[in-house]
């Protein structure tokens, strides 16, 4: 061997096997001098080694350079096979660079793209929708959609600076253009930049846009399960989720905000069962509840669960009802609810300008608060009592156009509903649980107030709020956890309220 080939014998980088797919893969090192290389391969265990050498465009060997990469295609998916690296000498003799071969394999089907969580519709409108799931790996994500019945999909890929997003196994995918009332379907797709495009499946989704038109639908109410799926999955039953339009989840679905950045506490604590029973084709709408503002990883919402223009409330029409869903921020005092004080401000700012004069809102027939922490009822923290400050003047009207009908809330764990105007709470009392707790009354009020069970603190534990909508009124009706009903009511567009079933009410 000549003095001069020596320094060759040594890789200064590599070899590193790059870009697998199911057929193939790339491998590529570096060398301190230039030298022409190559490859030899077999499957693992097995033969004798075949040679591949680096070349260029034309097919031609491809030699003195640094620099050496070979892509290797036409092999078996999921198997192993062993790699070793060489340099052709002066003489043309081939001179390993490793001493023992290094094992890879191509990838199976599924491999790197299987959806670990998800998929999941949410921040639905008539011509909006989004679609959310998480992969094993970091992965570029899209969403094929089509009207159902069409042959073609169109896909919408999660971006970032113009480019598909690459690195995050966090997909959010915004699907813009839809038509109000019309049914489409879906399906996620993968993008690898070491890979071909790939489709999570043959699996297609369906689902209706909301509509304004839409005379008659059911809507769920759930909230402050706190983990317990065994109940949310009772309540989804009863409901008979498959007839709804959409679940609202009213905050405080988990326990202390998310366990990890990756988002494992909202999936393990709710989000899997959503997607189980109803959230991959029947959108769920997600209220920020104080539990979703506490932990260390509670910032995960705005990955997970965040609206289409980054705010944490929004607003939509399905039907004759126009919903508004407000962050009712975190209940405790101090530093942090200072701080968060913001939120209230740039609502209050949001609904002056851009709700309230909006023909959306004014030409419905109903309107309906989705928050988790209310106005008043069974007791006056500080997050209820800046509700207050910000919102009590604007949502209080009583003309046709600006009176708001219902507002839905949790997290006192206490089942009640106070009517517009009253002193009293129906259904239990606001110290059921032997406590005299603080308490707003609804005397100030021009709306119905419910306000749902959870665990822990006496009286149900639990309760399902089931409204159904037609274009007279809006029917409630309340479900403990073995099912019986508890309450049920009606409003009418000009506010009346109906009991529909004996309830005893108790005086503040």
């Given at each position: 061997?000549?003095?001069?080939?020596e320094?060759a014998?040594a890789?200064s980088?590599?070899?590193y096997?790059?870009?697998?797919?199911?057929?193939g893969?790339?491998?590529?090192?570096?060398?301190?001098v230039?030298t022409?290389?190559?490859?030899?391969?077999?499957?693992?265990?097995?033969?004798?080694f075949?040679t591949?050498?680096?070349?260029?465009?034309?097919?031609?060997?491809?030699?003195?350079?640094?620099?050496h990469?070979?892509?290797?295609?036409g092999?078996?998916?999921a198997?192993?096979?062993?790699v070793r690296?060489f340099?052709?000498?002066?003489g043309g003799q081939?001179?390993h660079?490793?001493?023992t071969?290094?094992?890879?394999s191509t990838?199976?089907?599924d491999e790197?793209?299987?959806i670990?969580?998800?998929p999941?519709?949410?921040?639905?409108d008539?011509?909006a929708?989004?679609v959310g799931?998480?992969t094993s790996?970091?992965?570029?994500?899209?969403?094929?959609?089509?009207k159902?019945?069409?042959?073609?999909?169109?896909?919408v890929?999660?971006?970032?600076?113009?480019?598909?997003?690459?690195?995050?196994?966090?997909?959010i995918?915004?699907i813009?253009?839809l038509?109000?009332g019309?049914?489409?379907?879906?399906?996620?797709?993968a993008?690898?930049?070491?890979r071909?495009?790939?489709?999570?499946?043959?699996?297609?989704?369906?689902?209706?846009?909301?509509?304004?038109?839409?005379d008659?639908?059911?809507?769920?109410f759930?909230?402050d399960?706190?983990?317990h799926?065994?109940?949310?999955?009772?309540?989804?039953?009863q409901?008979e989720?498959?007839?709804?339009?959409?679940?609202?989840?009213g905050?405080?679905?988990?326990?202390?905000?998310f366990?990890?950045?990756?988002?494992?506490?909202?999936?393990?604590d709710?989000l899997?069962?959503?997607?189980?029973?109803h959230?991959q084709e029947?959108?769920?709408v997600f209220v920020r509840?104080n539990?979703?503002?506490?932990?260390?990883?509670?910032?995960?919402w705005m990955?997970?669960?965040?609206?289409r223009d980054g705010?944490?409330?929004?607003?939509f029409?399905?039907?004759g009802v126009?919903?508004?869903v407000l962050?009712?921020?975190?209940?405790g005092?101090?530093?942090?609810?200072?701080?968060?004080?913001?939120?209230?401000?740039?609502?209050?700012?949001?609904?002056l300008?851009?709700?309230?004069?909006s023909?959306?809102?004014r030409?419905?027939?109903?309107?309906?608060?989705l928050?988790?922490?209310?106005?008043?009822g069974?007791?006056?923290?500080p997050?209820q009592?800046?509700?207050?400050?910000y919102?009590?003047?604007?949502?209080?009207?009583t003309?046709p156009q600006t009176?708001i009908?219902?507002m839905l809330?949790g997290?006192?764990?206490?089942?009640?509903r106070?009517?517009?105007?009253?002193?009293a709470?129906?259904?239990?009392?606001?110290?059921?649980?032997?406590r005299?707790?603080?308490?707003?009354?609804g005397e100030?009020f021009?709306?119905?107030?419910?306000s749902?069970?959870?665990?822990t603190?006496?009286?149900l534990?639990?309760?399902l709020?089931?409204?159904?909508?037609t274009p007279?009124?809006?029917?409630?009706q309340t479900l403990?956890?073995d099912g019986?009903r508890?309450?049920?009511f009606?409003?009418d567009r000009?506010?009346?309220v109906?009991?529909?079933?004996?309830?005893p009410?108790?005086?503040?």
């Amino acid at each position: 061997m000549n003095r001069a080939d020596e320094p060759a014998l040594a890789l200064s980088q590599g070899p590193y096997v790059v870009r697998r797919t199911e057929t193939g893969f790339w491998v590529i090192w570096q060398t301190s001098v230039k030298t022409t290389g190559g490859i030899l391969l077999r499957e693992a265990g097995t033969g004798t080694f075949r040679t591949c050498w680096m070349v260029n465009d034309a097919g031609e060997i491809y030699g003195d350079s640094l620099d050496h990469w070979v892509c290797v295609q036409g092999l078996k998916p999921a198997n192993a096979y062993e790699v070793r690296v060489f340099r052709r000498d002066r003489g043309g003799q081939i001179i390993h660079l490793t001493e023992t071969p290094s094992v890879t394999s191509t990838l199976d089907a599924d491999e790197g793209t299987r959806i670990v969580n998800g998929p999941y519709l949410f921040n639905a409108d008539p011509r909006a929708v989004s679609v959310g799931w998480r992969t094993s790996v970091p992965l570029g994500a899209g969403v094929d959609i089509r009207k159902v019945g069409e042959p073609g999909f169109r896909t919408v890929w999660q971006t970032v600076g113009h480019q598909i997003q690459v690195d995050s196994t966090v997909h959010i995918v915004d699907i813009g253009d839809l038509e109000p009332g019309c049914a489409y379907e879906y399906r996620p797709v993968a993008y690898d930049p070491d890979r071909s495009r790939r489709v999570h499946g043959e699996v297609l989704h369906a689902f209706r846009t909301f509509s304004p038109s839409r005379d008659a639908y059911r809507m769920l109410f759930l909230s402050d399960q706190h983990a317990h799926t065994d109940l949310q999955a009772a309540f989804l039953r009863q409901g008979e989720v498959r007839k709804a339009d959409f679940v609202v989840y009213g905050g405080d679905n988990l326990w202390d905000g998310f366990h990890d950045e990756g988002g494992r506490g909202l999936f393990s604590d709710f989000l899997d069962c959503a997607v189980a029973h109803h959230a991959q084709e029947i959108p769920a709408v997600f209220v920020r509840g104080n539990h979703e503002w506490s932990g260390r990883h509670s910032n995960a919402w705005m990955r997970w669960l965040r609206t289409r223009d980054g705010r944490t409330y929004y607003a939509f029409r399905h039907g004759g009802v126009f919903y508004l869903v407000l962050d009712s921020g975190n209940c405790g005092a101090g530093d942090l609810f200072s701080h968060a004080a913001q939120v209230f401000q740039d609502q209050r700012e949001w609904l002056l300008t851009q709700v309230l004069p909006s023909a959306e809102f004014r030409s419905a027939a109903f309107r309906v608060v989705l928050t988790h922490m209310a106005t008043h009822g069974q007791s006056d923290g500080p997050s209820q009592q800046m509700m207050r400050k910000y919102f009590m003047d604007l949502l209080n009207g009583t003309e046709p156009q600006t009176r708001i009908h219902l507002m839905l809330a949790g997290h006192e764990h206490r089942y009640m509903r106070v009517d517009p105007r009253s002193r009293a709470c129906k259904v239990f009392p606001y110290n059921h649980d032997g406590r005299q707790s603080r308490a707003v009354t609804g005397e100030a009020f021009n709306y119905v107030l419910v306000s749902n069970d959870g665990p822990t603190c006496g009286g149900l534990d639990a309760t399902l709020v089931i409204m159904d909508v037609t274009p007279d009124k809006l029917a409630l009706q309340t479900l403990g956890p073995d099912g019986t009903r508890i309450d049920a009511f009606s409003i009418d567009r000009d506010g009346k309220v109906t009991d529909e079933m004996p309830v005893p009410e108790y005086p503040y």
